[in-house]
């Protein structure tokens, strides 16, 4: 009787052990894109800070978005045989940094530069998180673990935005950069200190992981992602701009309209899926 009490005890143990862990997971998700779309709430401020136009602040946006497009497909690749656990705390100190350095800088170059560097490394943190989560609990769950990690990059749009937005409006630009870094250390050291060693035991080649491209809806979702993406973000990138320079909206109302259409942008994600079937 006492080895089953001891064996149910072992098994809770586990169970809260890889919640922590997908937790932990989630807000790094939540962390990175606040890094990556958090400026979108941003840019009338920084087009003030750096004495340049709106449209030349969107570099921010679009370097970024253009840095993940080409580095998704080939940098998970590259560190597809190196530990999990260091590789994703090598992408958070590079965030971190990039970070630092934009709350500090007063060179638009050297701002897209943070930008850009921390973009090229952004495909891997999701690559490692996503699998990590998956290999944390059984075989059937593991599409819950992930859709769990998956949480942070809508929670980054429905909350991170609007929090940075209205960080930049009630107090400074450098403030919202510096909420970002706060977030990506917070998450450093939580991997750094709960997380085991994570060695990739069974490495598939190069071409057993490119084969995927040789399926035809692998192509068809690149195509509707883009689609998709492009006509989301082209609206959601300057909403912030408009809303202040068209409407006169004030800083806090910006902040809630960026909550209402990450909301909908969530409800569409999690929720109309059901209405789909």
């Known amino acids: 009787m006492g080895k089953i009490v001891s ?6 143990f586990l169970s809260k052990r890889n919640n922590l862990l997908i937790f932990i997971l989630t807000i790094g998700a939540f962390g990175i894109i606040n890094t990556e779309m958090g400026v979108i709430g ?21 370097f970024f978005a253009l840095t993940v497009s080409i580095s998704g497909p080939t940098m998970p690749l590259l560190f597809s045989g190196i530990n999990r656990k260091k590789a994703m705390l090598l ?7 990039g970070n630092i350095v934009s709350i500090f800088t007063s060179n638009f170059a050297i701002e897209i530069i943070a930008r850009v560097i921390p973009a090229i490394f952004h495909p891997i943190y999701f690559s490692a998180a996503f699998t990590m989560a998956a290999n944390s609990v059984r075989k059937e769950e593991a599409p819950k673990a992930v859709s769990k990690v998956f949480i942070g990059v ?10 940075a937005s209205f960080l930049a409006s009630t107090v400074s630009f450098q403030i919202s950069m510096a909420f970002f870094a706060i977030v990506n250390a917070i998450v450093f050291i939580a991997i750094l200190v709960f997380f085991p060693s994570m060695p990739v035991k069974e490495r598939l080649s190069y071409g057993a992981q490119l084969a995927v491209l040789k399926k035809p809806i692998t192509w068809l979702s690149i195509v509707a992602i883009i689609l998709l993406n492009s006509a989301i973000f082209g609206v959601y990138s300057y909403l912030a701009e408009y ?8 800083g806090k109302s910006i902040s809630l309209m960026l909550v209402i259409f990450g909301g909908g942008k969530y409800y569409w994600k999690h929720c109309g899926r059901e209405v789909t079937y």
């Open 7 to 12: 064996g149910v005890e072992g098994v809770a």
């Open 91 to 97: 992408v958070l100190g590079i965030f971190v940094l």
């Open 42 to 62: 941003i840019l009338p401020y920084i087009a003030d800070q750096f004495h340049i136009s709106i449209s030349k602040a969107g570099w921010l946006v679009s």
């Open 243 to 250: 809303l202040k320079t068209v409407t006169n909206t004030s």
């Open 154 to 163: 809508s929670a980054g749009m429905v909350i991170g935005v609007p929090i």
